[in-house]
């Protein structure tokens, strides 16, 4: 038989007092829900902002700039020449990327309780939501101009965005939070 040993890693009294106090920090941000970002258009063009993604439903026949396409849901439907296959799905690698560098950017060092936690992945979301923001207007179909006028990021506060709409969300993350857990890692290198 072939045994090996590896010893844990032990940690001083101080070091175990401060890691408890991040944990519950961590925990009392998780009890509170999720915190939500997002992009909207408002204005006008929000009438007719996820037309150009989905397809119009009440279109039956070619149109002088439309092409058959695809919308998420997997329908076949009429979409606009300018983004035959839509203008915001197409970019989600680069909105998980986004949030994931927003997410490993966050500086835990000095954030111990849940609210200066949520604080902090708040302004993440908010940063993320702006430069999603700004991918989505370079992608979407130009017509007048107003669609991307209108296009910015929401608040994260914003009632709306805890509406339960699994059909507009992005597909299912990729991702497990690859930027907060650098942070936590970076953070027990600090504390140890």
């Given at each position: 038989?072939?045994?090996?040993?590896?010893p844990?890693?032990?940690f001083?009294?101080?070091?175990?007092?401060?890691?408890?106090k991040?944990?519950?920090?961590v925990?009392?941000?998780?009890?509170?829900?999720?915190?939500?970002?997002?992009?909207v258009?408002?204005?006008?063009?929000a009438?007719?902002?996820?037309?150009?993604?989905?397809?119009?439903?009440?279109?039956?026949?070619k149109?002088?700039k439309?092409?058959r396409g695809?919308?998420?849901?997997?329908?076949?439907?009429?979409l606009?020449?300018?983004a035959?296959?839509?203008?915001?799905?197409?970019?989600?690698?680069?909105?998980?990327?986004?949030?994931?560098?927003?997410l490993?950017?966050m500086?835990?060092?000095n954030?111990?309780?849940g609210?200066?936690?949520?604080?902090?992945?708040?302004?993440?979301?908010?940063?993320?939501?702006?430069l999603?923001?700004?991918?989505?207007?370079?992608?979407?179909?130009?017509d007048?101009?107003a669609?991307?006028?209108?296009?910015?990021?929401?608040?994260?506060?914003?009632?709306?965005?805890?509406?339960?709409?699994p059909?507009?969300?992005?597909?299912?993350?990729?991702?497990v939070h690859?930027?907060?857990?650098?942070?936590l890692?970076?953070?027990?290198?600090?504390?140890?």
């Amino acid at each position: 038989m072939f045994t090996i040993n590896v010893p844990l890693p032990s940690f001083d009294g101080e070091t175990v007092k401060a890691l408890k106090k991040i944990l519950v920090g961590v925990q009392e941000a998780s009890e509170e829900g999720p915190i939500r970002g997002g992009v909207v258009s408002e204005g006008d063009a929000a009438a007719y902002a996820l037309v150009w993604e989905w397809g119009n439903a009440r279109q039956t026949q070619k149109g002088p700039k439309t092409v058959r396409g695809e919308n998420p849901d997997g329908e076949s439907v009429w979409l606009t020449i300018q983004a035959p296959m839509g203008y915001i799905r197409i970019n989600e690698a680069e909105y998980i990327r986004i949030i994931e560098d927003q997410l490993g950017a966050m500086d835990l060092g000095n954030l111990e309780t849940g609210q200066d936690i949520r604080k902090a992945m708040k302004a993440a979301s908010g940063r993320a939501a702006n430069l999603i923001a700004e991918v989505i207007k370079q992608f979407a179909p130009i017509d007048s101009g107003a669609l991307r006028d209108s296009i910015g990021a929401a608040d994260p506060d914003d009632p709306d965005l805890a509406m339960d709409e699994p059909e507009m969300e992005l597909g299912e993350p990729r991702f497990v939070h690859k930027g907060l857990q650098k942070a936590l890692r970076e953070l027990t290198k600090r504390i140890k």
